[in-house]
């Protein structure tokens, strides 16, 4: 049985580590740390816990802590701050999955632009594996520092990294239009996140400078070998869970292509879904599970190809995707304790 | 025209009233105060008021300019400090309704226990009316300062107060079970609001403590001729507005005299409407409107009534009560500038 | 293995059944039936299920193939028909557990009225097992036919069964007040289920006429050894999933009678959790997963207790407390593939 | 008193011209038919309606009695059908506003086409005028047969018409992201549509083909003087009202160019809102309105200008700009009736 620490634990994604975790055979939450609410019960916070964290108090954080009870600490706090406590750990022998923002470049310099920081540990940075399962997989066999994707970049690069690396499509003018629950904004006492404000309410936000921006773009390029940019759009759905990202590019081959190369690249993936060229997926086809849900259509009219992909914000574009990189990193089964069924109501 | 002013306009009951207020014919907004936006345009706070109050920014909230500019001051502070304000403006010869609940009670034993506060002005409180316009009208039409109702008392009230008067229920055992959208609890910054955390919920809240009971009794003794003790359990609803609630009463009379009852009280009430005997008003019916709708059914295995009274809790329930009070205050159509039609969508 | 069939499993307690059994290590379906939807890929109307029942089709109900495929058969169609069904898998030797009101009565002539049907088998009635769990786990045990509660049955009975057996309330005069999803509906084409119509609007409905009134009213005469009348009323939350009840008794203990009646009736309950006196459960805390949990708080002015009750209507409400009697029945960990915990946002 | 009929009363469209027309100084409904609600009273349908259409019933639709109780008609019947009873009420020499399609489009074969019909009154659309009033003022005060535009292309043609006539912008590769609420697909029974179906869902529909897509062109042609073709992705919210279209061009010219465009067209329209250059609309500011707000950026990285354009779909983009076409054709104040103020919440 794993042992598994979580600091930044009173967050959304902490809360869905928590959830996900109580009904995996091979892991077992044995530490969870937050500053905010240390001592607090976690079923305080989260009445929907108890029935499986009943005595469970959330910890004050602390790298010692989490490395002495854990054999692999999930760390979900602000950026910066994420990538010292990761580091402590990591010196102390222990495994890392940051769910962060803080070890997803290659790139520092454009890390370090778009957050207005400086990395704390840049080396250590250097040996970090970017935790999109699909693309990644065997490094992070042998990684001990996983850096978890964003939300919005595994619904876009899992959307387009096979067409550029295909040729599928062209490399300029490509559009993310994409749409995002109210939970990837963390869990928060804001005006403008509450109900009355936001139940009839949707909005575009962050356009033209959003940070998942430059995280997009260097892995696309990877798939391109050429330097991509790209418009990305995001604009706040009013519910809670999921994301679907619209995505617009200029086809140089045709749709069957696209399906071939989306076969190639997915083709035996648990958790990532291509359907048949002209069918789109609906959002709720894959809230409640860790699946990634693509279907693209081409418009002969304009030359386009339009790719519909759709994720769970906070399971396959978080916290599931954090224990689907726990459970390839100790060997276990890549599908234990993640859903591969959705809630659908 | 007449010139209003309100205080403390940047809550939803604020919002509402200058809403409201844009389509009136007889009256117009010339001041809008409020401390936390003071010098904010209108337009930044509440983009949807652009439309008619592009150049006014919130004032600092004064009694002397309030009273100065205005013929008539909406009163919308936390309770005891609308009181001082509405207090200095009445001194200054100007009209006062208060959407507080400072001057709702005759009995100030029960309002200082139940809002934990010494009355700054009680000789004062002698001599505002409660504005349910529907029961008080006379009063209205020659008062300096009305008590505008709470949301819930208004629905409440309305519901029972002519089977109470008509004797057609007894006096023991009446539960009011009400559920409310979250516009009630006002604008705020918390997170048990925001729409991750509440629109997918249900609850209850204050059971058997809510501030509102004694406001209910108190009138609803008036109408009974005897002291009312009831049980009051609000809920909060995933939606913003709108107020349903759920009464039960054991018939002393039947059905028939309790048509007669509505009938007596609200016949020619334009804002008041009872269903036949059987039929129940869903809250879509009055949402956005200016309407208390009511339908009640007598339960023959038990020996009770059942009454479903809905109001939008920021129009009839304030906002526009507070306006239909200022129209018989100053002697305008009383249905001016309220809707009788409600979004239904 | 144990091999599951489910007929009628088109509509959303056989799409819970299906996604929840595919987290169940014991049980798996593999047969599931719909007249409206045979030959359909349950992919194409769930796409959510797509991850897990990729190859799977709709069949033809007959009660011969459940019956020489499955090990037990859970059946959810109207009622009538689902005895029927039920009957002729039950002469074939499998168990059955029916999701319909079809055995849920012992008093056949109450059934018979309130559903205005003849019971087609009453014979068959008499060894039906009324599966709350909690109350009956032993008989459920030896069970060939298991009557899966109603799902405002289940809020309500679990609320009040303790209270009644130990005297804690009176007999008479309870009420209760009840708020369910709109999933309680089932799957249906139907302008007032549509978000346009529904999603701002609350409102009673079937008030002194719903049909589970009855079956609360059988089974908690059992409980307190005489007669029980009371009020029921239900109400549609706009939103899919969950009930909660509040409950209304005249007190003839205290509090710590409450709370010592509960803890004799479900001490040791996996899926029942009570409160402390005083504090009353949020609808939240149970979506997504098999709990009940409940609250209650006296009130000294009215000498009455207010009890809250809540459950996710498709889970312990009818698929979950499915499963956890197929578990029973089985010698199957109780709350093997049933979530301790829920989804809170 | 303008005297107001309206065929095809009973969808949303309908309702909404009663409900604002219950408002208007200057008009009033004298007929509102329907066929398949024929007879029953507005206010059962309606209930919301019921404060100003008490004794209102729905009419057997019929043009001679529509025409011979009315000044002028709305029609809102399917296309095709809409066309015919138009064509039959302007015989009668009464004024007509089509909310169908039947009358947008200059090109009758790209209707033909896209509608899948034979116009049935060729000769008549050549008289008809395109609705939308800021464009077609003029010809709209002297019109017999006024189309009123779709509700996409109000919201897309609004926010390009402008850059498109004063050259900002380049013709190709225009796409426009754009999102309904569920009213645009009408009142309907469709499990799709149900609450439990799609309050937590997003999904893009009719994608690459939606019928929405010509109506856009032809305009937008006309402002650009050539030949445009776009993209078009629409997609469905999960609230009832409002459309929120993102629009992605690249710019030949500036955001000052862009800016001074916006005011070219819009400088004295009172239901045109166009905001500082970098700040975007939210859907919530105009809902409850006539209102368009319009909203732009400059991506320097991409060599884009992202628009955000949003309306209330059964006001600005149906019944509301309906009203404004009426007010325009009879010489009343073109805001009159028409709410220049939000719901916001």
Chains 1, 2, 3, 4 share one sequence.
Do not use: W
């Amino acid at each position: 049985m794993i042992k598994v620490g979580i600091i930044g634990a009173n967050g959304y994604t902490g809360y869905e580590l928590m959830r996900l975790l109580a009904n995996h055979s091979g892991a077992k939450v044995v530490y969870a740390a937050s500053r905010s609410m240390a001592n607090t019960p976690v079923a305080e916070l989260y009445p929907a816990l108890g029935g499986a964290y009943a005595d469970m108090r959330f910890s004050v954080p602390s790298a010692e802590d989490a490395a002495s009870y854990s054999d692999v600490v999930f760390t979900a706090l602000p950026h910066g701050l994420s990538a010292e406590m990761g580091a402590r750990i990591i010196r102390m022998g222990k495994k890392v999955i940051d769910l962060s923002a803080d070890f997803r470049y290659d790139n520092l310099a454009v890390f370090e632009k778009t957050y207005d920081i400086t990395h704390p540990c840049p080396q250590l940075n250097n040996t970090a594996v970017y935790g999109l399962t699909e693309l990644n997989r065997k490094k992070i066999k042998s990684a001990s520092l996983i850096a978890n994707p964003g939300c919005y970049p595994t619904a876009s690069i899992l959307a387009l990294y096979p067409l550029l690396a295909e040729k599928v499509i062209k490399l300029d003018g490509i559009i993310i239009d994409a749409k995002s629950g109210q939970s990837g904004a963390g869990r928060k006492a804001d005006e403008a996140f509450s109900l009355c404000e936001s139940a009839l309410n949707f909005k575009a936000y962050a356009v033209a400078n959003h940070r998942h921006t430059g995280e997009i773009e260097e892995k696309l390029s990877l798939a391109a070998g050429a330097d991509i940019t790209l418009s990305f759009t995001p604009h706040l759905l009013p519910i809670s869970r999921g994301i679907l990202a619209t995505v617009y590019a200029d086809l140089s081959l045709d749709e069957k292509a696209a399906q071939a190369a989306y076969k190639k690249f997915y083709g035996g993936e648990p958790f990532v879904s291509v359907l048949t060229a002209g069918a789109l997926p609906e959002l709720k086809s894959v809230t409640g599970s860790n699946i990634c849900r693509i279907g693209f259509k081409a418009d002969k009219r304009t030359g386009k190809i339009i790719i519909v992909s759709v994720i769970d914000n906070l399971i396959k574009g978080a916290s599931g995707a954090a224990i689907q990189n726990m459970n390839v990193l100790f060997g276990l089964k890549e599908t234990e304790g993640l859903p591969l069924v959705g809630n659908q109501i």
